[in-house]
T-cell receptor
Framework: DAGVTQSPTHLIKTRGQQVTLRCSPK?????VSWYQQALGQGPQFIFQYYEEEERQRGNFPDRFSGHQFPNYSSELNVNALLLGDSALYLC?????????????FGSGTQLSVL | AQTVTQSQPEMSVQEAETVTLSCTYDTSESDYYLFWYKQPPSRQMILVIRQEAYKQQNATENRFSVNFQKAAKSFSLKISDSQLGDAAMYFC???????????FGTGTSLTVIP
């Protein structure tokens, strides 16, 4: 049973560029959430996608956008990169409707902005 | 917004001994879920244990147990018979029963001494 997979594992970009990160959820899961984990911090919620729509969003600017495809995979796009966007980006999947839905995480994409 | 506080940035324990990691949270809600996640060097967040706020009984998963004090808004993790593989960052997390967003603390780095 494949778990949550993310690509790429590492990425280096320069300020002002745009980046796309990808995530495939755990088999059977239909909901994808994205988190940003800065160095020495806990993960912070960016947004969640279900049925190809953004369902909830955290305190992140519009430069952060996403998409969910019919096969439940998801992309996170960040435009006009800033140095402060350097972080580990974690994708988590879950099954909607469970009262205590557990999040299953991928190993993340380490983004460095120079 | 809910906040989760982990006041111990680092902890250490001798192999086979017991260690307790602390977590407090702030919320005005009565129905929610609490989690402990482990993040080893592989970066993948792994669910250790979860607690439903409406349950008075403390959750237990093998060597891992929690002390949930709802009135004090405290949720500590006890690891018994510590093993070298327990070394990792541990994050406490909160999720409202009505929401999709997980709120994480800043983590506790656990070292297991052989």
């Amino acid at each position: 049973d494949a778990g949550v997979t993310q690509s790429p594992t590492h990425l280096i970009k320069t300020r002002g560029q745009q980046v796309t990160l990808r995530c495939s959820p755990k088999s059977g899961h239909d909901t994808v959430s994205w988190y940003q984990q800065a160095l020495g911090q806990g993960p912070q919620f960016i947004f969640q996608y279900y049925e190809e729509e953004e369902r909830q969003r955290g305190n992140f600017p519009d430069r952060f956008s996403g998409h969910q495809f019919p096969n439940y995979s998801s992309e996170l796009n960040v435009n006009a990169l800033l140095l402060g966007d350097s972080a580990l980006y974690l994708c988590a999947s879950s099954l909607r409707g469970w009262a205590n839905e557990k999040l299953f995480f991928g190993s993340g994409t380490q983004l460095s902005v120079l | 917004a809910q906040t989760v506080t982990q006041s111990q940035p680092e902890m250490s324990v001798q192999e086979a001994e017991t260690v307790t990691l602390s977590c407090t949270y702030d919320t005005s809600e009565s129905d929610y879920y609490l989690f402990w996640y482990k993040q080893p060097p592989s970066r993948q967040m792994i669910l250790v244990i979860r607690q439903e706020a409406y349950k008075q009984q403390n959750a237990t998963e093998n060597r891992f147990s929690v002390n949930f004090q709802k009135a004090a808004k405290s949720f500590s993790l006890k690891i018994s018979d510590s093993q070298l593989g327990d070394a990792a960052m541990y994050f406490c997390a909160y999720r409202s029963a009505a929401g999709n967003q997980f709120y994480f603390g800043t983590g506790t780095s656990l070292t297991v001494i052989p």
